[in-house]
């Protein structure tokens, strides 16, 4: 099966997104986008919309973004089994003393527990505002884009780093991720995140990178030092795994820096370690939150994390704008309207063609029946007079006739049984009180004498003879002539 899944990293200063396909085990990294956003006139949502329409992003894959560093609250609550149950079940109330936020404006989510003791659990749990969130949220559907996952950065580092480096999945390690302005570090614990801290990075401009780089790694090992005996009340131990995720050119001397400090080992995140990519689409390890976000679509169950809007289950639809919904609806209306005008004056002039044509039929049927007639004012009034005339002379007539062989009953039976196919159309026929003749055409000899036989199967007929069957010397046209008689006629 074939999925594709994009992130959306949105910081201070940047924009950057990664598309990535996922065929069966294996991962690939389709596109990467990467954009300063200095100046006040880039907006995030202005590049955003333009990932799908200049830079082949794909519209119908699924969309993860990040949530803001400074408006996500790590707390790691410490409870019993019925406050662990309040909480887990979004009790805000269990919530309300512990984040920063009003309780009737926190998206909490429980991102994992441990025992502390037979009674005891301590309870990690992420926390944004809904102003935050929905912020985040109107960037994207800004972008003409739909986010299936609202994500803090540390889970999306977590999954590149399960995914790239899967030994992480087991025993307990350190996450460290710099950006520009936070440093984030997770503390893991068989794959699950026990505690998140994240730390303003503080300026030193004014002294040498040697200098900048050994005091951020004299502050980042104290606080991985402190973050550690928290969890695990002890020393960090040498043999402890420490998972580097940061950009630029001195990295290696950061590494370097912090192997002193711990003496721990200590390795660079590279995200594409699992992960295909095409040379022109590489990039250095500022990628792995996108990534991560990609990665936490497609495979959830290479690490935990959470997602804002299942804690929420925010409606991220844009606000309706009533004027233009109102304009749409009227125009719709109009052209509905319009189709159904349009679609009953067809209909109308359909039907007057129709009814023009049955009457044209009418009034043929009636000159050909009735051929001496030359008034003609309303031929079915006409036909049903002159029919009612022609059954008064038949019943006077049939009073003096011995036998059932009457015109009426006669004519009935031919035209009854005159074969549907080969085209047979009777020119003249004469009957009388013991026998009749037919004349006519058709198609062929054939149909002639299928008549025949069709004729030799009524009561009555006797005798069906055929004589003076003739093609016509300018056409194809078969004449013919028929002769029945009665049982009377034979008897004489």
């Known amino acids: 099966m074939v999925k594709r899944c994009i992130g959306i990293d949105i910081g201070f200063s940047y924009v950057r997104a990664v598309q990535i396909l996922q065929k069966g085990e294996e991962f690939c990294i389709e596109k990467v986008f990467?954009?300063?956003?200095?100046?006040?006139?880039?907006?995030p949502r202005d590049i955003i919309r333009l990932l799908a329409k200049q830079y082949g992003f794909d519209r119908r894959a699924k969309v993860a973004i990040s949530m803001p560093h400074d408006s996500v609250f790590f707390r790691n609550l410490e409870t019993d089994f019925a406050g662990l149950e309040e909480i887990r079940g979004c009790n805000l109330s269990a919530l309300e003393h512990n984040f920063p936020i009003q309780p009737d404006k926190v998206v909490?989510?429980?991102?994992?527990?441990?025992?502390?003791?037979?009674?005891?659990?301590?309870?990690?749990?992420?926390?944004?505002?809904?102003?935050?969130?929905?912020?985040?949220?109107?960037?994207?559907?800004?972008?003409?884009?739909?986010?299936?996952?609202?994500?803090?950065?540390?889970?999306?580092?977590?999954?590149?780093?399960?995914?790239?480096?899967?030994?992480?999945?087991t025993g307990q390690a350190i996450i460290v991720y710099i950006d520009e302005s936070y440093f984030t570090l997770a503390v893991i614990q068989n794959n699950d995140i026990l505690i998140v801290r994240n730390v303003p990075i503080v300026s030193f401009s004014d002294h040498?990178?040697?200098?900048?780089?050994?005091?951020?790694?004299?502050?980042?090992?104290?606080?991985?030092?402190?973050?550690?005996?928290?969890?695990?009340?002890?020393?960090?131990?040498?043999?402890?795994?420490?998972?580097?995720?940061?950009?630029g050119?001195?990295?290696?001397?950061?590494?370097?820096a912090i192997e002193e400090k711990l003496r721990c080992n200590t390795t660079i995140v590279d995200p594409y370690a699992k992960v295909k990519c095409l040379p022109e689409n590489n990039g250095d390890a500022a990628i792995c939150v996108a990534e991560g976000l990609a990665l936490r679509m497609l495979v959830p169950d290479k690490a935990a994390g959470i997602n804002f809007l299942e804690a929420e289950n925010i409606n991220i639809?844009?606000?309706?704008?009533?004027?233009?919904?109102?304009?749409?609806?009227?125009?719709?209306?109009?052209?509905?309207?319009v189709i159904s005008l349009v679609g009953l004056f067809m209909r109308l002039s359909h039907l007057e063609k129709e009814y023009t044509h049955i009457k044209n039929e009418i009034r043929k049927i009636f000159q050909?029946?009735?051929?001496?007639?030359?008034?003609?004012?309303?031929?079915?009034a006409q036909l049903e007079q002159k029919l009612e005339s022609f059954q008064k002379d038949y019943q006077?007539?049939?009073?003096?006739?011995?036998?059932?062989?009457?015109?009426?009953?006669?004519?009935?039976?031919?035209?009854?049984?005159?074969?549907?196919?080969?085209?047979?159309?009777?020119?003249?026929?004469?009957?009388?009180?013991?026998?009749?003749?037919?004349?006519?055409?058709?198609?062929?000899?054939?149909?002639?004498y299928q008549w025949q036989q069709l004729l030799r199967e009524i009561p009555g007929f006797t005798l069906v003879d055929v004589?003076?069957?003739?093609?016509?010397?300018?056409?194809?046209?078969?004449?013919?002539?028929?002769?029945?008689?009665?049982?009377?006629?034979?008897?004489?």
């Open 208 to 247: 040498s990178v040697d200098l900048v780089q050994e005091q951020a790694a004299e502050v980042l090992s104290r606080e991985m030092e402190i973050t550690w005996q928290k969890v695990f009340s002890g020393q960090i131990e040498q043999d402890s795994k420490i998972y580097l995720v940061i950009g």
């Open 34 to 43: 990467s954009r300063q956003t200095r100046r006040t006139s880039d907006l």
């Open 467 to 492: 004589q003076d069957v003739q093609k016509d010397l300018k056409g194809d046209a078969i004449h013919f002539t028929i002769l029945i008689s009665s049982a009377i006629q034979e008897q004489k």
């Open 108 to 169: 909490a989510q429980v991102c994992s527990y441990r025992p502390l003791s037979d009674e005891k659990y301590s309870v990690l749990t992420a926390a944004v505002t809904r102003e935050s969130l929905q912020e985040r949220l109107n960037i994207a559907v800004a972008a003409k884009m739909r986010p299936n996952l609202v994500e803090a950065a540390i889970f999306a580092i977590h999954s590149a780093v399960a995914v790239n480096h899967p030994e992480v999945m």
């Open 368 to 380: 050909s029946t009735l051929p001496d007639e030359k008034n003609i004012v309303s031929p079915l």
């Open 249 to 256: 050119n001195a990295v290696n001397e950061f590494k370097a």
């Open 396 to 448: 006077l007539f049939a009073s003096f006739c011995p036998t059932d062989f009457t015109p009426l009953k006669v004519l009935h039976n031919v035209t009854a049984n005159t074969p549907s196919l080969g085209n047979v159309e009777i020119d003249d026929i004469l009957i009388t009180t013991e026998s009749a003749r037919l004349s006519g055409t058709c198609n062929s000899f054939e149909s002639v």
């Open 317 to 337: 639809k844009p606000m309706l704008n009533l004027k233009k919904e109102f304009v749409v609806c009227g125009i719709l209306v109009a052209a509905i309207a």
